[in-house]
């Protein structure tokens, strides 16, 4: 029903920037929050920026400061601005969206593949 995909992941030294995007389609009129997960290495994969519809945000609290989500409903699409990157924050970064489908009265997670962010000196 929706379909995301990311781009913008790389290699970048400590300290460095970095821009995450992620572009939905199909049923875009029906998503209401977007976000970006991350799973590092040995971790399981957590949440580390949402926005809902109305552009409210939520950050995990050690990118609090670096990171910056934002969204396009013109253009359906999202993007994380990262920077002052740190090593930690190496892992696949995937995007996310809660599609509302109102003939279930229910909402359910569509994932991205992921694009793989890589913070080495």
Known sequence: QVQLVESGGGVVQPGGSLKLSCAASGATEQI???GWYRQ?????????AIITQGGRTNYKRSVMGRFTISRDDVKNTISLQMNNLK?????????????????????????????LVTVSS
Do not use: I, Q
């Not at 892992?91 to 991205?112: D, I, K, L, P």
């Open 32 to 34: 209401s929050s977007m």
């Open 40 to 48: 590092s290495p040995g971790k399981e994969r957590e949440a580390v």
């Open 87 to 115: 090593l930690e924050d190496t892992g696949v970064y995937f995007c996310y969206a809660v599609v509302w489908e109102v003939v279930h009265g229910t909402g359910v997670n569509s994932w991205g593949k992921g694009t």
